[in-house]
T-cell receptor
Framework: DQQVKQNSPSLSVQEGRISILNCDYTNSMFDYFLWYKKYPAEGPTFLISISSIKDKNEDGRFTVFLNKSAKHLSLHIVPSQPGDSAVYFCAATTTQGGKLIFGQGTELSVKP | EPEVTQTPSHQVTQMGQEVILRCVPISNHLYFYWYRQILGQKVEFLVSFYNNEISEKSEIFDDQFSVERPDGSNFTLKIRSTKLEDSAMYFC?????????????FGPGTRLTVL
């Protein structure tokens, strides 16, 4: 079941530059998307979300973009900081549902 | 800031034994979830719980699994007869509402090791 896919298992970025994490989905019923950050031995921490009625949502250094026609979303982190180094998961759900369907995760490494 | 807590952090058990994983969701939340992550794989949904009953469960959540909210604060996941393949991180989550702004908040997880 590959309804949510993160095709890049890892990403390395220099401190201060932009990090762009990508996510694709196949189920057109998804209408709410979330990004979580996860450190080893911890649970996922909610970062930012976006409803399908929007194409952009911004919170500080984090911006999520949604392209419904392409069934694609991305998370931009600007500027990237070493503390951002973690695994980032995108997840999707439906308004009438409740469960989150997760991607495989992308491990971000921000180098000083 | 309120948070979801889970105990124990690590549970080691023998195959065939019963285990109970415990969670205390955020106090004003109404929806409760269990997920698991097998090492190297994605986080998978197990079950959701609302109003003292299961609202949805995955194919993984077979008759060996059960959930309970025994006292209005704890939310437990029981595995009746553990198998080797049940070894995973188990995450509890809670949210205020089911749809709409479904921001689920996760606990730190319980690492279950079945020998």
């Amino acid at each position: 079941d590959q309804q949510v896919k993160q095709n890049s298992p890892s990403l390395s970025v220099q401190e201060g530059r932009i990090s762009i994490l990508n996510c694709d989905y196949t189920n057109s019923m998804f209408d709410y998307f979330l990004w979580y950050k996860k450190y080893p031995a911890e649970g996922p921490t909610f970062l930012i979300s976006i409803s399908s009625i929007k194409d952009k949502n911004e919170d500080g250094r984090f911006t999520v973009f949604l392209n419904k026609s392409a069934k694609h979303l991305s998370l931009h982190i600007v500027p990237s900081q070493p503390g951002d180094s973690a695994v980032y998961f995108c997840a999707a759900t439906t308004t009438q549902g409740g469960k989150l369907i997760f991607g495989q995760g992308t491990e971000l490494s921000v180098k000083p | 800031e309120p948070e979801v807590t889970q105990t124990p952090s690590h549970q080691v058990t023998q195959m065939g034994q019963e285990v109970i994983l415990r969670c205390v969701p955020i106090s004003n939340h109404l929806y409760f979830y269990w997920y698991r992550q097998i090492l190297g794989q994605k986080v998978e949904f197990l079950v959701s719980f609302y109003n003292n009953e299961i609202s949805e469960k995955s194919e993984i959540f077979d008759d060996q699994f059960s959930v309970e909210r025994p006292d209005g604060s704890n939310f437990t996941l029981k595995i009746r007869s553990t198998k080797l393949e049940d070894s995973a991180m188990y995450f509890c989550a809670s949210s205020v509402e089911r749809g709409g702004r479904n921001e689920q908040f996760f606990g730190p997880g319980t690492r279950l090791t079945v020998l």
